[in-house]
Each structure stands twice: as structure tokens, then as C-alpha cells.
């Protein structure tokens, strides 16, 4: 490794380069140790089959209208079925009860206080509704 055995006196041109790879294995050693316990990567959900081959049937979207009338009171609709104010609250709650998706949309009449439809959306999140969505009249149109 570049020691000679002669006595010749000149110096040697020549890099003793053994330390340098003592020291490049003993990083990579370090490095080899270090980075796998340091890095955690995303927990992700696979689809998995369904355990019984019939699908369910998909669930009924749930649309809550409120619609002003002239005598100042609104009228309450759910999926085109009336129902009273009292009433309405109630029957959120069975509906909800039994459902995987807790989605709520709410189409309020533009002639009505925003309050009458504040109500409606505290009476979907006591009945356990997760997501509520107003409709306007641009998202109806499509636009």
C-alpha cells in the first residue's frame, strides 16, 4: 500500500487512501442504520371486495326544501314528502339513523329569511347529519 522497502529518500507521490474507506463504510453503515427507522409513509385503505356479492341498493339522496308561503310560516319538505316543522326534526333522526352516508342538502326559497334555514341546518346536525349542503339557484341550474 504504497510503502516500499528501500532507501531511496525520495518522498512517495502516491495517497494512501485505506482510512478514506474506512471512513466512507463506517458512514454508510451509519446511513444504512439511521434513514430506515427515520421515514413513516401515509397509511392508505384499499378497496376491498364486498363480502356478499348482491350491492345494495343506492341510497336515496335527502333533500330538505324549505318554501315560503303567504301567510309568512314556511312550509317543510323532505324528498317531496310534507312534513310539519315539529315533525321535521324526528323524522331526519330515523332517517339518518340507518344510513352510512350522512348527507344532507337543503333548497331554501329565495323569498325566505336565511334563518328559517338555519334552523333546518341545526335540525340536521342534532339528527346526526354530517355533511349539509345549501342549493342555490346557480347549483340547481347546473352552472
Known amino acids: 500500500m504504497g510503502m516500499g522497502g528501500g532507501g531511496t529518500g525520495k518522498a512517495m ?5 485505506t482510512p478514506m474507506i474506512d471512513v466512507l463504510l463506517v458512514l454508510l453503515i451509519i446511513f444504512m442504520v439511521i434513514v430506515p427507522t427515520g421515514l413513516k409513509g401515509l397509511d392508505t385503505l384499499i378497496p376491498q371486495p364486498p363480502k356478499d356479492k348482491t350491492a345494495p341498493p343506492p341510497e336515496q339522496t335527502i333533500v330538505v326544501q324549505v318554501m315560503a308561503n303567504g301567510n309568512g310560516a314556511p312550509s317543510y319538505k323532505i324528498n317531496e ?24 342538502f337543503i333548497k331554501g326559497d329565495s323569498n325566505l329569511d336565511f334563518g328559517r334555514i338555519a334552523e333546518v341546518v341545526d335540525m340536521g346536525a342534532e339528527a346526526g347529519v354530517d355533511h349539509i349542503a345549501l342549493i342555490t339557484p346557480r347549483i340547481e341550474a347546473g352552472q
Open 13 to 17: 507521490s502516491d495517497i494512501n487512501v
Open 81 to 104: 314528502d310534507d312534513f310539519a316543522k315539529a315533525a321535521l326534526e324526528p323524522k331526519l333522526a330515523e332517517i339518518f339513523a340507518a344510513r352510512n352516508e350522512k348527507v344532507m
